[in-house]
């Protein structure tokens, strides 16, 4: 039985953008993916884009303006996936990053896996963060607390170990 992954974005304002970021999610060589938009409270076109996108994996959930973490802390309370990651409104994933994440779990028997990513800005340098990695455990609550600078969208978290932890973002 394939495991499903939660794909968890929050949006607010993100009419320029989102098309594109839910566009490489479906896209993604592995398909049993369940995409979870939280639009918190975006005042332009971004529930229009989004609805107007048909694949019936995308859950659009609409809450009025709290910040990031809340729509994330949401997210996670609605995903029911084995597995979830995060995608910011205003990025894109290589189509097989999903895949790649979760070969690399089962393989390894692990629970979480950070993935290299590389940042191209608008225009066109590319800056290489991080390395590959994968991480277990206690370690993981430093990263998603920002005690330590990476961006949420290069993990992919058994949803296990975040909901049995309560691991949530902080909403202050």
Same mark, same amino acid.
């Given at each position: 039985?394939?495991?499903?992954?939660?794909?968890?974005?929050?949006? /607010? @304002?993100? $009419?320029?953008?989102?098309?594109?970021?839910? $566009?490489?999610?479906? #896209? $993604?060589?592995? %398909?049993?993916? +369940?995409?979870?938009?939280?639009?918190?409270?975006? &005042?332009? #076109?971004?529930k229009n884009i989004i609805?107007?996108?048909?694949?019936?994996?995308?859950? /659009?959930?609409? $809450?009025? #303006?709290?910040?990031?973490?809340?729509?994330?802390?949401?997210?996670? *309370?609605?995903?029911?996936?084995?597995?979830?990651?995060?995608?910011?409104?205003?990025?894109?994933?290589? +189509?097989?990053?999903?895949?790649?994440?979760?070969?690399?779990? =089962?393989?390894? *028997?692990?629970?979480?896996?950070?993935?290299?990513?590389?940042?191209?800005?608008? =225009?066109?340098? %590319?800056?290489?963060?991080? %390395?590959?990695? @994968? /991480?277990?455990? &206690?370690?993981?609550?430093? /990263?998603?607390?920002? =005690?330590?600078?990476?961006?949420?969208?290069?993990?992919?978290? =058994?949803?296990?170990?975040?909901?049995? #932890?309560?691991?949530?973002f902080p909403e202050d």
């Amino acid at each position: 039985m394939m495991k499903k992954v939660s794909v968890i974005i929050p949006c /607010y @304002n993100s $009419q320029h953008t989102i098309k594109h970021t839910l $566009q490489s999610v479906i #896209n $993604q060589t592995y %398909k049993s993916i +369940e995409i979870i938009v939280v639009d918190d409270g975006s &005042k332009d #076109n971004s529930k229009n884009i989004i609805k107007g996108i048909k694949d019936n994996r995308i859950n /659009y959930h609409y $809450q009025r #303006n709290e910040g990031v973490s809340s729509a994330r802390n949401k997210g996670i *309370k609605l995903a029911t996936g084995d597995y979830i990651t995060f995608l910011d409104s205003d990025d894109v994933i290589k +189509e097989d990053k999903v895949e790649t994440q979760l070969c690399l779990i =089962e393989k390894e *028997k692990k629970k979480v896996c950070y993935c290299e990513n590389e940042i191209i800005f608008t =225009e066109g340098s %590319k800056v290489k963060q991080s %390395k590959s990695s @994968n /991480y277990n455990g &206690k370690i993981l609550l430093p /990263y998603l607390s920002k =005690e330590l600078l990476v961006t949420t969208n290069d993990w992919l978290i =058994e949803a296990k170990l975040i909901k049995d #932890n309560d691991i949530y973002f902080p909403e202050d």
